[in-house]
């Protein structure tokens, strides 16, 4: 039965009142369909159509005033509680470089980064306010559009320590992307699964070309987080006994792309592993750095400079670049003592919980991958820096976010920051796509008939 004039006029007229106008479409469908069924209710009790349309409007009550009350509810919701870890964090990497280490050249550098952080800031703020759900509208588009990205990476990088320099960089934004082809595969069956693992093989073969171990293994582990969680949510029309095999393929691509990629560079897996847990393997070699990681943090104090080794004194007292950039947790916790370290792993970890906490309450299967997603990777930019400082060095960290020197990493991390953001603050209006599964399976299992009769069963998620 089709919406009555009256009904359209009574919706548009509540929605009038809503000054978000992102909500007005929902908000407009659920006051439209909450009539239709009342004005339905009234009907089945005796009424005709035009007075059981009449009622279930009255029985709505004024629609300014309703229009007012949803105004109230259904506002953006701004995150000022991530927006100002966010900006703890910076504050953080500001105070370092204009303190802690005294370059020659204080105020140049100084004027870079913060060039650079307020293009991060411009480009988080952009990202803040775009409509997310764009990109479960055009997937394809924004997937290619990374990898294309990629390939100007390389025509444009130049080569530091053997690696397409902007390009590691660019390797941030693929499991952003990875979640969107994941979300337009849903419903789609084996097929879907088939898309996925070759979307996910591209965007491997890109990393190794970089070459990025860190890239790689970041992607990796975010791109088989994500997967899992979308066969857990049940997203591919497979038979469950198929599910276990499926959770394995994430798993069995994550260790070809990692063999294949240590092949191409010609390191021993077992030998880089080995030295990683104990550089004085190779003193010299491949364990120097992990080596002096350790001495350093061996003579820290839990306050104030530590004792540091004659044979390092020089280079941190007249700070290398790698202090600054891979190493800035280890020489903080040798000049400040651990107290630094701790204060620092604090606001990380607030701003990693409170991220994570958002991520599951969002109510859409688009807003929780795209959030998990950003969240995924920067916890694992963490996590991996946190491990090389501590003298677990297999791959050279990428960056530790907003707070390590690197101003490419800088402003690609604000703007997945901003993405996500955006995420929390209009995620509760968007809503999912009914499950429309290929050749509408479902459907014909939710719905049957026999012998003239309509049969639905509910229960048929349940066992699907």
């Known amino acids: 039965m089709l919406m009555p004039e009256s009904f359209k006029e009574y919706t548009e007229s509540v929605c009038r009142q809503l000054r978000w106008k992102k909500a007005r479409p929902v908000i407009g469908r659920e006051i439209g369909a909450h009539l239709c069924d009342q004005r339905d209710a009234l009907m089945k009790s005796g009424m005709d159509e035009d007075t059981a349309a009449r009622e279930a409007i009255r029985q709505m009550g004024n629609a300014v005033e309703i229009g007012m009350e949803l105004d109230r509810v259904h506002r953006p919701k701004p995150q000022w509680g991530m927006l100002a870890a966010t900006a703890a964090l910076l504050m953080i990497g500001l105070l370092i470089r204009l303190f802690i280490f005294n370059d020659e050249d204080r105020s140049g550098l100084l004027s870079v980064r913060l060039f650079y952080t307020a293009v991060g800031i411009a480009v988080m703020l952009i990202a803040y306010f775009l409509d997310f759900s764009l990109l479960g509208k055009y997937p394809k588009t924004v997937y290619f559009s990374v990898v294309a990205l990629s390939i100007a990476g390389f025509c444009v990088s130049y080569t530091v320590n053997g690696q397409s320099f902007y390009t590691q960089y660019i390797t941030l934004l693929f499991p952003l992307s990875f979640s969107a082809i994941i979300f337009a595969a849903r419903n789609k069956g084996y097929g879907g699964i088939i898309l ?137 916790t040798s000049l400040l003592g651990w107290m630094a370290f701790a204060v620092i792993m604090i606001a990380l970890l607030f701003f990693i919980l409170k991220g994570f906490s958002l991520c599951f309450k969002q109510k859409s299967s688009l807003g929780l991958f795209v959030s998990l997603s950003i969240m995924i990777t920067l916890t694992m930019q963490v996590l991996g820096y946190v491990l090389f400082n501590l003298g677990f060095q297999f791959s050279a960290p990428i960056s530790l976010p907003l707070i390590s020197f690197g101003n490419t990493a800088t402003v690609v991390n604000l703007g997945l920051i901003g993405f996500m953001l955006s995420v929390f603050r209009t995620g509760d209006i968007v809503k999912d796509e009914p499950m429309a599964y290929k050749n509408n399976k479902l459907l014909s299992r939710f719905l049957s008939w026999d012998n003239g009769k309509l049969t639905i069963d509910f229960k048929v998620h349940e066992r699907y």
């Open 196 to 332: 996925s693992g070759l979307a996910f093989t591209l965007l491997a073969f890109i990393a190794i070309c970089v070459p990025s171990v860190s890239g790689l293994l970041l992607f990796a582990i975010a791109g088989m987080v994500l997967l899992n969680v979308a066969v857990y949510r049940r997203w591919f029309d497979v038979k469950r006994t198929h599910r276990f095999l499926l959770m394995l393929i994430p798993a069995v691509l994550l260790i070809a792309a990692f063999f294949l990629f240590m092949r191409t560079r010609g390191d021993h897996l077992w030998n880089r592993l080995a030295v990683a847990l104990n550089p004085s393997l190779d003193p010299n070699g491949t364990g120097y750095l992990g080596n002096m990681t350790r001495a350093l943090l061996s003579g820290a104090n839990l306050f104030g400079m530590g004792n540091v080794p004659e044979s390092y004194r020089t280079l941190l007292m007249e700070p290398i670049d790698l202090f600054q950039t891979d190493l800035i947790l280890t020489a903080l």
